[in-house]
């Protein structure tokens, strides 16, 4: 099974064209820009990153965002909890794992004397393995296990493997082996602690260097435990295939909040261009949607902003209230007496062929009765999904937009990440 999976990671790395190196340079600038504005839109993710990144080093890595240096280790580490805490990374849904926030910062932080055509082959071959580690998994696994911190530790690894050595098989054979072995991450949105969930692109990065050194050192195989890592964490374990590349199934938020929200407050925007919808003659909201939007972000009254982004009955009254989703909005509504009042009235529920189309679709139809007349609009692919057509102009609006969030340095890097040129040294660009 590994061998056949590595195949398809030596294939992208090596056979490519110019619509997956410009998706790897979507995925690059996105990731980028989500972690320099993470820490002035989240204060909290600033305190976590710098404990995490080990910082304080008067040389090595600088840490977007937060301006210190670290170890190559401490910086990934700190990078993949600064791009997963404000719930704006990227989903490749097929995987069900947010790639960009595990192996981007492996890429930065252990790629700085790549030219950016290197870099952008392992992010290529990074987000394959993504596509066929998560989904062997798959989503039975995904129901316990939150697969960015569980199966991303073995697209860490390999991305560590990828950067650094390029598509070396026996490199890369050994490090799934090993990751295998050691990963883990279980839910913890279910216990309303969703500001523990950035830990689980921490995690997968310290997890795949702890497997890629390892690998680096001793490339030894560990027969078998790629399956039955699966078979014990509840995984479906069956290698699925796929007519397109890991990268060009890649989406990307354009709301800040959990993925699986996305299709319902677009749903809601629509009924919006149709209807005033008064909030004193709204008599009732319904949310039909598939089990994992219900199990991960169906929490009724949530007291913080990190349980706010996770709770579908919220950002469907905020929506109504305020027509808009945003950081400042999200703060802001916590206190608001009226969203309050709106949310008791949001029913979620159950549709069992949504369930069924889950996660090729992500559908969500909400039905508002505003003064004995009904409103519905059904949404099948959340914005940014590449089933809508390419996402580029409205990444690169979003990265321009996050940059009021950061650093003047942080700005400038961003400026170049988007105008570099293929035999650009990364280096040259984050100094």
């Known amino acids: 099974m590994v061998v056949g999976i590595v195949d398809k990671i030596i294939e992208a790395y090596n056979e490519h064209g110019g619509q997956e190196l410009e998706a790897a340079r979507i995925a690059l600038i996105d990731t980028y820009a989500v972690m320099a504005a993470a820490p002035r839109v989240y204060k909290k993710a600033s305190l976590y990153a710098t404990r995490l990144g080990e910082t304080g080093t008067k040389e090595g890595i600088r840490v977007p965002g ?47 004397e790549r030219q950016m055509s290197e870099i952008l082959q392992a992010i290529i071959a990074s987000y394959e393995a993504a ?81 890629g050194t390892a690998a680096e050192t001793e490339p030894a195989r560990i027969l078998g435990a790629l399956y039955e890592s699966c078979r014990l964490l509840r995984g479906e374990c069956t290698l699925k295939t796929f007519d397109k590349r890991g990268i060009l199934l890649n989406g990307y938020k354009l709301y800040p909040t959990c993925r699986h929200s996305h299709t319902t407050i677009e749903a809601v925007e629509k009924i919006l261009e149709k209807t005033q919808a008064y909030l004193e003659g709204i008599q009732e909201i319904q949310v039909r949607l598939f089990k994992e939007a ?26 109504l209230v305020y027509r808009s989703i945003d950081f400042e909005i999200i703060s802001k509504s916590l206190n608001d007496p009226r969203i309050k009042s709106l949310r008791r009235k949001v029913v979620l529920v159950e549709d069992k062929d949504y369930t069924s189309r889950y996660p090729e679709e992500q559908p969500s139809t909400v039905t508002i009765k505003i003064r004995n007349r009904k409103y519905s609009e059904t949404v099948l ?9 390419n996402s580029t102009v409205e990444v690169l609006n979003k990265a321009k937009r996050l940059k009021k969030y950061m650093t003047p340095i942080d700005q400038a890097v961003l400026d170049k990440l988007i105008k570099a040129g293929l035999n650009t040294v990364i280096a040259e660009i984050l100094k």
């Open 66 to 112: 937060l301006g210190h240096m670290s170890t190559p280790r401490g910086a990934a580490a700190a990078m993949a909890f600064l791009s997963h805490s404000i719930e704006y990374d990227d989903w490749l849904a097929e995987a069900l794992i947010h790639v960009g926030s595990v192996s981007i910062p492996i890429i930065l932080a252990y790629g700085r």
């Open 381 to 389: 692919h959340p914005k940014g999904d590449p089933r809508r057509g």
């Open 294 to 319: 219900i199990n991960v972000a169906g929490k009724q009254d949530p007291v913080s902003v990190e349980e706010a982004r996770f709770s579908i009955p919220h950002l469907v009254a905020t929506m």
């Open 131 to 211: 596509l066929y580690l998560g989904s062997y998994y798959g989503r039975s696994h995904y129901t316990y296990w939150h697969s960015t911190s569980s199966t991303g530790a073995l697209v860490a690894a390999t991305t560590y493997i990828l950067v650094r050595h390029g598509p070396h098989r026996k490199l890369l054979e050994s490090t799934i082996d090993v990751a295998s072995a050691y990963m883990g991450g279980l839910w913890t949105i279910n216990d309303s602690q969703a500001l523990y969930k950035p830990l689980s692109p921490a995690n997968a990065v310290l997890t795949g260097l702890l497997a």
